[in-house]
């Protein structure tokens, strides 16, 4: 990599340190259960705090962004 980062250590440093893979057409649902189990979710964010739906699809530069709140609503 050209030009990035590197840590003390020498290594380039990670852009997005947790970042996970999901399969086409996951929903923020299935991306909520792969990463965070069988805790309550309470709502999930994307960028600007705004709020979306455990149904919407997660695509490249739609949803691919999230925040998960747990508890309850």
Same mark, same amino acid.
């Given at each position: 990599? &050209? ?6 250590? &020498? ?13 086409? &057409? ?7 259960r792969?990463?965070m &189990? ?15 739906? !455990? !149904? !919407?699809?997660?695509?490249?530069g ?8 747990v508890?309850?609503?």
């Open positions: 990599g &050209g030009g990035a980062d590197k840590d003390s250590t &020498g290594h380039e440093k990670a852009v997005f340190r947790d970042c996970v893979l999901v399969k086409k &057409g996951s929903t923020v649902a299935d991306v909520y792969k990463i &189990g069988d805790a309550p979710m309470a709502f999930v964010e994307t960028v600007g705090g705004v709020r979306v739906s !455990e !149904e !919407e699809v997660v695509a490249v739609k949803l691919d962004i999230l925040s998960f709140k508890g309850r609503a």
